[in-house]
């Protein structure tokens, strides 16, 4: 029912019958004036704001906290100063309650972020692109996951952060982008970075040579805004799509899952429709951004499976793939 992989403080509440009862995301506006998340701001805004949030969660979803069967917690990858919040408040609840704890992958939370709307069936690929990951999966099934690439350099929603950065337009940058690429046109033709690579970086990606070449060309101030805007929002899209569907054709798979905050992106979902032979999915807008709706509900997902909690020894990590944490939670066990 928590979450607090970086800057968002998030509780909800999910129900196995009535689904999610409450979702409170709390974003720390204060990173704004930054242009980027300040760490040690983002621990003590978490520390001071969960209270207040479980508080909300508890009496939106209309029940007592002695009616929780489960407590599910993100536990990695992501800052660590406020994984470690989110997980020892997490780890309290339990402990007071009497209640198991559930650990939840983050990334592995965007892609079931899906399943809240509508259950999907195995196999698919999942594109995650969120401000932290830019990343290819192959999930054959809940917990079975294979690596197929990832960012080499910086994360898709991180560019889109520092290209908007770069034209003052305040944070975070995506959704602002996203609107102003809306009044532009593609006059400028970016780098499409490892586009067409075979080999072991085929479904790599690389994008801090194409947010370089974004930066310099508003430098010179020949564009307008909207217009690098809608050019730089095509690069990115392009090559995210070539790769996504050159996993389909790959691994013989007709099923997309787009995971993560850029998965809200309006010309994203656009580009999509216009593909046959690949059905799409991704979640309703609110379920995008980071929430504890998606951790609550692969918490469940998870308790289902083991029938049983993990104990209150696990810790919180910023690094893990996907692939690999599946195996960790052997070691957890109650
Ligand atoms: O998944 P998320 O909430 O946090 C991480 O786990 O990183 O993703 C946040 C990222 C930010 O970089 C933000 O700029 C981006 O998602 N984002 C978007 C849009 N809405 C959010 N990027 C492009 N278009 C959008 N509409
Ligand atoms: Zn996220």
């Known amino acids: 029912m928590t979450s607090l992989p970086c800057d968002d403080t998030s509780v909800a509440v999910y129900d196995s019958e009535r689904g999610i009862l409450s ?25 001071k704001n969960f209270l207040p949030v479980l508080d909300k969660a508890i009496k939106d979803a209309n029940i007592s906290l002695d009616k929780i069967d489960a407590v599910a917690c993100t536990f990695m ?16 609840l339990s402990f007071s309650l009497n209640k198991p704890i559930i650990p939840v992958h983050h990334i592995e939370a965007h892609i079931f972020a899906n399943f809240l709307v509508k259950e999907i069936e195995y196999p698919f690929i999942a594109l995650v692109v969120s401000g932290g990951h830019t990343e290819l999966v192959l999930v054959k099934d809940f917990e079975k996951y294979v690596y197929l690439g990832g960012t080499l350099d910086d994360a898709v929603g991180e560019v889109f952060d520092k290209v908007a950065r770069a034209m003052d337009l305040g944070f975070p940058g995506g959704p602002i982008i996203d609107k102003l690429a809306k009044q532009g046109k593609e006059v400028i033709k970016f780098p499409r970075p490892l586009i067409n690579e075979k080999g072991e970086n085929r479904f790599n990606f690389s994008f801090s040579g194409l947010k370089t070449a974004v930066i310099k060309e508003i430098r010179k101030g020949i564009y ?4 690098i805007a809608a050019s730089f929002q095509s690069a990115i899209i392009e090559t995210l799509l070539k790769k996504t569907i050159d996993a389909c054709k790959e691994f013989n798979v007709s099923k997309v899952v787009i995971a993560g905050g850029v998965s809200a992106n309006s010309k994203l979902r ?27 509900y692969t918490g469940y997902k998870r308790f289902l499976k083991y029938k049983k909690g993990f104990g209150l020894s696990f810790e919180s990590k910023a690094k893990c793939r996907i692939d690999r944490f599946p195996e960790l939670l052997r070691n957890f066990h109650s």
Do not use: W
């Open 23 to 47: 979702n409170i995301v709390s974003s720390q506006l204060i990173h704004v004036q930054f242009g980027g998340v300040y760490p040690e701001i983002a621990a003590r805004e978490h520390t």
């Open 77 to 92: 990858p992501g800052l660590i100063v406020s994984l470690v919040v989110g997980v020892s408040a997490a780890k309290s």
């Open 224 to 227: 307008s805004k909207e217009d």
């Open 270 to 296: 656009e580009e999509v429709s216009k593909i046959k032979d690949v059905e799409f999915y991704y979640p309703p807008l609110y379920l995008c951004t980071d929430n504890a709706a998606m951790v609550a």
